[in-house]
């Protein structure tokens, strides 16, 4: 099984996260940010991946340092998660519709880190989560899993379903790039013979 634990604790969040990239969406999530919590178990649900976190943070101050973090943690786990990558198809993409949110999402799991977002949410909050923060989440979680990752707003005017589109899209993608090709489930996807 291909799984992983985070410990992470800094002078703004503590953050213990577990998970299994083999697992049926099965979630238990609690950050401190209702929103966040919101995105992560969908993230999970849609990925079919089983994902534990509990998350103390300063959210008194502001959501930032959680969201920010939580996409440190979950970046960290998921290249653990993967090791060498060997048999797995590397690549995902979709383009999903939520009501009136489209949003395509292509990701590629080379070892490199590079994030293209492109969004135009109308308001700068959903509830009391900054919506600027979806970006942040996405960054940190591209730099630390080392993947390109291009995310972006098709179409849309309602900012909870453009970012609850994205997360769903940006799980569903990943479960394509990690799945295990039976065709090639004992070699690395690329002729550098590495993905690291």
Do not use: W
Request: one cysteine or more; hydrophobic letters at 40%; aromatic letters at 8%.
């Amino acid at each position: 099984m291909r799984k992983s634990e985070i410990n992470r604790r800094t002078t703004e969040t503590a953050i213990q996260l577990e998970l299994n990239l083999d697992g049926t969406g099965e979630s238990s999530i609690s950050t401190g940010c209702g929103f966040l919590d919101h995105m992560l178990t969908l993230f999970a649900r849609h990925g079919c991946f089983d994902l534990n976190v509990k998350c103390t943070g300063d959210t008194y101050v502001d959501d930032h340092h959680t969201v920010e973090d939580m996409g440190i943690c979950l970046g960290t786990a998921f290249s653990q998660a993967l090791g060498e990558m060997r048999g797995i198809n590397r690549y995902g993409d979709i383009i999903l519709p939520m009501d009136e949110a489209l949003i395509l999402c292509a990701a590629d799991l080379s070892g490199r880190s590079f994030l293209s977002y492109e969004f135009q949410i109308p308001s700068e909050k959903v509830g009391t989560f900054d919506t600027e923060l979806t970006e942040e989440f996405f960054l940190a979680f591209t730099r630390k899993a080392n993947i390109t990752l291009h995310v972006r707003q098709l179409s849309g005017n309602n900012s909870h379903h453009i970012i609850e589109a994205a997360f769903k899209a940006f799980a569903r993608v990943l479960a394509q790039a990690v799945k295990i090709n039976e065709d090639f489930k004992d070699t690395i996807p690329s002729t550098k013979g590495v993905l690291i």
